[in-house]
């Protein structure tokens, strides 16, 4: 098992900027990457970034490329998001997922098995 806690996560005003983290705990041996997803209300889960736990590879989708950068520590087992020039439809929960297998489908909920409790991000006009 992988346990999850997100943080970070706030109000904000369009074109400022967050950092979100995710500290893993438990069988974090065994993860193959972590990633960032994010959800408003009425829509389905959204990829938002993911990195390799080991050589780094990042991957973003075209919405938040450019703006967010994606980071780990391996000592602290904790990944990182950077939000910059957010933007009002950035506004969602953001969700830390976590991996344990290799999968190039990266931007598929279902191809992730553990996954944290969620955190507000709120981007006011």
């Known amino acids: 098992q992988v346990q999850l806690v997100e943080s970070g996560g706030g109000l904000v005003q369009a074109g400022g900027s967050l950092r979100l983290s995710c500290a893993a705990s438990?069988?974090?041996?065994?993860?193959?990457?972590m990633g960032w997803f994010r959800q408003a209300p009425g829509n389905e889960r959204e990829f938002v970034a993911a990195?390799?736990?080991?050589?780094?590879?990042?991957y973003y989708p075209d919405s938040v490329k450019g703006r967010f950068t994606i980071s780990r520590d391996n000592a602290k087992n904790t990944a990182y998001l950077q939000m910059n020039s957010l933007k009002p439809e950035d506004t969602a929960v953001y969700y830390c997922?976590?991996?344990?297998?290799?999968?190039?489908?990266?931007?598929?909920?279902?191809?992730?098995?553990?996954w944290g409790q969620g955190t507000q991000v709120t981007v006011s006009p």
């Open positions: 997922a976590a991996r344990t297998y290799y999968s190039v489908r990266y931007y598929l909920p279902l191809e992730w098995n553990y």
């Open positions: 990195i390799s736990w080991g050589d780094g590879s990042s």
């Open positions: 438990g069988r974090t041996f065994s993860m193959d990457a």
